[in-house]
């Protein structure tokens, strides 16, 4: 996926990170939970009863407010330059990743460092070197 530079708006992407932490704060504040999206939707396959609903409330949100965005503020649609079999393949592996590091970027790195837990600094380092690596490499070097 590549960023529209041309459509892109610095006040759009502090909204979006306002909403983000807004969220975050209203998650753990209501009923106590971290927003870990891959703790959220692994938790929503093996969970049943009252930890459902809220966990699925949460990922119809994730997936319908793009769209949401799109009609209201005619959002410029993602353009992907990969492969759906390498989108498909990264997202299992990320969210493998996410589950064997007992978190994801938005567990360790919105909430953990927010909370400012060094275990999630150490594991925000490490997925944000991991990236910074594979980017060089399918970019630079295999690309």
Known sequence: MTIDWAHFTPLSALAGGALIGLAAALLILGIGRVLGAAGIVGGALEVQGADAPWRWSLIVGLVLSPLVARLLWSVAPPVFVAPWPA??????????????????????GVCGLARLSPRSLVATGIFMAAAFVAVFFTHHVFG
């Open 87 to 108: 989108l498909v393949a990264s997202g299992l592996l990320v969210g493998f990743g996410a589950r064997l590091g007992s978190g994801c970027t938005s567990g360790h």
